[in-house]
């Protein structure tokens, strides 16, 4: 049998919020227990956007990090997302982060649903009027749920817009506290063993660093010596595209939009005084140039525009090769559009806590961690599928996503799904947002009445509106919690619409 | 749906009651109706007496008030399965419904044991409530106190399975579903391959919408006329008999269910309210009928009050449970040997999966395919843990165990234990039985120790990790005294003997 030995030494290189995100959560996790992690810490890029979009996860985060979320509120963050709006075809919809109904995890709740708006059970009934969540935004209100409102911290999950250096400063206090070193350098230089690991990098000052586990959170994917295997290739290129218009943007506060466009869709998220503006279309459709003529003549002004990158179109699918990982290409392969930078790398680093390699039996602590981001990887891009300009037109791609799409499409449910980085009431509000409906009963439910499902949802609607009328405008929110708002322009674009 | 929409349940065991009552209480009767055909001639095999935790969801979802069904089908309670002699002939150890300590900082509690390995002598389990209680004789239910230790175990029952098919039987009947006694002479296809009718001895011809076939083994519908394939899977479950024989009800009914290791399979035992199942699990190969026999007769400690049955089986599933209009639960699904209770939770998961995915008519592939992918999967996980069960041992004192020890196991379980051996950790899934706790309570319990465990574990140093450990030991007795003994929460709910003529006399397994 072979000898394997204990991993102690982890290096982690690459630059910007992930680099920091991963020292700070493996500081919190492994530097107690006996582990030295040195941070090898790259030039940012040149182009990074000055806010970056938590996704739901962040105040359970915050917990896991022992910090105190008022101050990072305060120190970090300028705006609050309760879920992503759509807009198409003169329509518009929302997706909530948070839970429909008030109870998490309801059993056939979202049945219920189904079934009232399918006979028409409350007059003029949508399914956003059983969001806690959806509802505060049309109303322009935001709360937090407190400690002892215990009830409302599901339905009222959201996401933070950061901004990206103030954020990343903290992450990097909390790194260095707990006890984590944090070398800058212009490059690195990896040396290889026989069998493919790493045996160290060599920095521009010839510092020589030592590891048994390396990671790498940088976008460039600094360390993987050869073509890895890709899920997808062969694919057209994708091109991502952001910039900021600083003129106030008719829209509500509150939560991201999504906004339909022919090549896809344009994510739209309000921080302080900006709107932040992403798309990511297709090489062989269009061109960035094309993209900026149609923004022109739907009348965006006033816009700088931040970068152009161009996507592989393939996602890592074996991102843990040796004793190396490869994070931040994960996190640039599966663009930015509905899952944030943010989001993937903390995804990257649950799974890698989950699995971690305890010791140096490569073949099963690779094989173990890319299985787990494989599913992680397939629930993602299922979710991404179904807002590409090919499922507009063709259906979706992924197996997953026409898996979903056709059991949603006849049943009404979702099957269990491993992981959570989309929710069921976000898959839920999507599909129906996107025009599928069940054709087939929930007989789960055949034993509550019409009326008895009518007052039921009649009396929960009323209760939401209730806890809406109690909350604060968002922009009373923000003025309390953020410092400076009231400087900002938030009160002149109070007017967003309602509806 | 404006047309009626005609099901026909096929066999009146437990599986087909369990079906009938479901469908009776979820589907509308203005929309549905729901015949059930058994044939009194035909016996029935009462497989699965002992169950597990879900059980009671599903009672619960059709309303059944828990005191009326102990009182209907002698149940007692269950808080685990004991292992004799699995890990090696004097070891034993048991598998509780709940998990063995609590985590600390995260870290799974049976980390912080495998670093204390050296200097502890308590045996894994030990960290268990439901371990303890069972242990004791003793029952409580567990509390709705999140974070006590009085809530950190679940509970199932020992019941009389015949029993159990005839209360849901009258519950089904109450609700509408029409019993038809014969037996079935010709199963009636159109000419899409798609079910018609049943045709009976009788000359009664039963047409319908949609088939449920629970006619056992003989998988009429599924396996004999749809000819759905069987997956063999006796080549890592080697046992392929079954002996089984009542004795009378113990005095002192212990909480959990036995099953004893013996030199080519295993012996099992469940304590009832009126009587006692008993049985052993043997591979042909390796035992003679008269030697399975014998050795069950002589493990058997009350006066034995039955003919010994025999009975044959191969390991296995069909390809799919679903095909066409007909969907196969229980025995006509699939085999699978009682070792974790799983036939009633397999019957159980296959019924509330049907009524998910309630197909349409006609029949569509959408709801078809989930059904199947969801019962596959489901089979798939209990074949592996209970596989684990045999390759796990490290006997070698007879040809059975070494056979089992060294044998060629599914890719699937392969890199479990791999998994295992080099982190400490089983990968966890959301669809299906085990948890992970229920894996390590049998790999730790047979004394699979992996190579490494999560160092983070030993940042606690060692004195410090002996006292949480002793303390935890203290409290958990400490819960234990203050429950009543497993005899007077049964009493709570006696057998009652006028139900014992319900069931009809049949085959039964235990």
Redesign the interface.
């Known amino acids: 049998m072979a000898e394997y030995t204990a991993i102690s030494n982890v290096v982690v290189i690459g630059h910007g919020v992930s680099l920091s995100m991963m020292a700070a959560l493996l500081g919190h996790g492994l530097t107690r227990h006996s582990k030295t992690i040195t941070v090898v810490q790259l030039p940012d890029m040149a182009n990074d956007c000055d806010v970056v979009i938590s996704g739901p996860e962040f105040a359970a985060l915050c917990d896991i990090l022992k910090l105190p979320i008022e101050q990072v509120i305060s120190h970090c963050v300028e705006g609050f997302s309760l879920g992503m709006c759509y807009h198409k075809d003169q329509r518009s919809w929302f997706v909530p982060f948070g839970n429909m109904g008030l109870v998490e995890g309801a059993a056939y709740f979202n049945q219920g649903i189904l079934r009232a708006l399918k006979d028409e059970l409350l007059p003029e009934l949508q399914w956003q009027h059983l969001s806690l969540a959806a509802q505060a935004v049309s109303a322009g209100k935001f709360a937090i749920a407190g400690p002892k409102q215990t009830h409302l911290q599901g339905p009222l999950q959201y996401a933070v817009t950061l901004n990206r250096q103030a954020y990343r400063a903290l992450l990097q206090q909390i790194a260095q506290q707990a006890g984590i070193k944090i070398i800058a350098t212009a490059s690195i230089t990896p040396t290889y063993h026989e069998t493919g690991a790493i045996s160290d990098l060599t920095l521009d000052n010839g510092q020589i660093v030592k590891g048994d586990f390396f990671i790498d959170c940088s976008v460039g994917d600094r360390l993987t010596p050869k073509v890895v295997d890709a899920i997808e290739a062969n694919q057209p290129s994708i091109i991502t595209m952001s910039w900021v218009q600083n003129t106030p943007v008719k829209h509500q506060f509150g939560c991201q939009h999504l906004v339909s466009t022919p090549w896809g869709w344009i994510r739209q998220t309000q921080a302080k005084d900006k709107w932040h503006f992403y798309t990511v279309f297709e090489s062989t459709q269009w061109t960035a140039s094309q993209v900026e003529s149609w923004l022109s003549e739907q009348g965006f002004s006033d816009i700088e525009r931040l970068s152009v990158a161009t996507l592989s179109g393939e996602a890592l699918a074996q991102p843990m090769q040796q004793n190396y990982l490869a994070v931040g290409k994960v996190v640039m392969d599966l663009g930015e559009l509905v899952f944030s930078e943010l989001v993937v790398v903390q995804q990257a680093i649950i799974t890698l806590l989950d699995h971690f390699p305890i010791n140096n039996n490569w073949s099963i602590h690779n094989r173990i961690y890319n299985r787990a981001w494989q599913v992680v990887l397939s629930e993602a891009e299922a979710f991404i599928d179904l807002h590409s300009s090919h499922f507009m037109v063709r259906g979706a791609k992924t197996t997953l996503a026409k898996n979903l799409v056709a059991r949603f499409g006849r049943l009404g449910s979702l099957p269990t799904l491993q992981y959570d980085i989309v929710s069921e009431s976000q898959w839920f509000s999507l599909m129906l947002g996107l025009g599928i409906s069940p054709k087939l009963p929930c007989h789960y439910l055949s034993n509550i009445s019409d009326t008895e499902l009518q007052s039921t949802l009649s009396s929960l609607r009323q209760y939401i509106l209730n806890i809406v009328n109690g909350m604060p405008s968002y922009v009373d929110f923000c003025s309390q919690v953020i410092p400076n708002t009231l400087h900002c322009p938030l009160r002149r674009q109070e007017a967003g619409s309602h509806g | 749906?404006s047309e009626h929409y005609k099901i026909v349940i096929l066999g009146g065991g437990t599986a087909g009651w369990m079906a009938a009552a479901a469908l009776s209480?979820?589907?509308?009767p203005t929309q549905f109706s729901v015949c059930l055909i058994e044939s009194d001639e035909i016996g029935t095999i009462g497989v699965g007496e002992a169950t597990l935790p879900h059980i009671r969801q599903f009672n619960q979802s059709l309303g059944i008030d828990e005191d009326d069904f102990i009182r209907a089908t002698g149940a007692t309670f269950k808080l685990a399965i004991e292992f004799p002699g699995w890990g090696n002939q004097n070891s034993s150890y048991f598998h509780p419904f709940g998990q063995s300590g609590e985590p600390i900082n995260g870290i799974d509690f049976h980390h912080y044991w495998l670093s204390l390995n050296q200097q502890s002598s308590t045996p894994f389990d030990h960290y268990s409530l439901a371990v303890m209680l069972a242990r004791n004789n003793k029952f409580a239910r567990p509390t709705a106190e999140p974070n006590k230790l009085s809530s950190s175990f679940a509970y199932a029952y020992h019941l009389d399975a015949t029993l159990y098919a005839a209360f849901l039987s009258g519950f089904s009947q109450q609700r509408g579903v029409t019993r038809v006694e014969g037996k079935v002479q010709k199963v009636l296809q159109h000419p899409s391959g798609d079910i018609a009718g049943l045709q009976l001895e009788s000359g009664q011809q039963i047409n319908g919408d949609f088939f449920i076939d629970c006619s056992g083994f003989r998988s009429l519908i599924l396996g004999q006329t749809l000819g759905v394939a069987y997956e063999n899977w006796q080549q890592w479950l080697l046992c392929d008999s079954a002996i089984a024989v009542a004795s009378e009800s113990m005095d002192d009914k212990p909480p959990y269910t036995r099953a004893a290791a013996h030199q080519s399979g295993w012996q099992w035992r469940i304590p009832l309210q009126h009587r006692t199942g008993n049985g052993i699990v043997y591979s042909q190969q390796y035992m003679s009928d008269t030697n399975a026999q014998d050795t069950l007769l002589s493990n058997i400690e009350q006066s034995v009050n039955s003919e010994p049955r025999q009975l044959r089986f191969t390991p296995g599933k069909r390809a799919v449970s679903w095909h066409k209009n007909c969907v196969a639960i229980g025995l006509s699904a699939g085999f699978l040997e009682p070792l974790e209770s799983t036939s009633l939770y397999l019957a159980q998961i296959a019924i509330q999966t049907l009524?998910?995915?309630?197909?349409?008519k006609p029949v569509?592939h959408?709801?078809r395919d989930?059904f199947n992918?969801?019962l596959n999967s489901e089979y798939l996980r209990c074949r592996d843990f209970i596989i684990l069960h045999y390759k796990a041992t490290r006997r070698n004192d007879s040809p059975f165990w070494q056979y089992c020890q060294h044998m060629a196991i599914p890719e699937s379980l392969q890199?479990q234990l791999?998994?295992f051996n080099?982190?400490?950790?089983v990968?966890a899934?959301?669809?299906g039985l085990f948890l992970p706790a229920s894996w390590y309570a049998v790999l730790l319990g047979q004394g699979q120790l992996p190579?490494?465990?999560?160092?983070?574990a030993?940042?606690i140093p060692t004195d410090a990790l002996i006292t949480h450990s002793n303390t935890l030991l203290s409290s958990l007795k400490s819960v234990a005294q203050n429950v009543p003994h497993h005899r007077q929460s049964i009493m709570q709910h006696p057998f009652s003997s006028e139900m014992k003529g319900c069931g009809q006399e049949k085959v039964k397994y235990g």
Not at chain 2, 25 to 28: N, V
Not at chain 2, 451 to 456: A, E, L, T, Y
């Open positions: 749906m209480h979820f589907l509308k009524i998910d995915c309630f197909p349409g569509g959408i709801e989930n992918r969801k890199q791999e998994e080099c982190t400490g950790n990968s899934y959301r669809e190579q490494f465990h999560d160092s983070r030993n940042s």
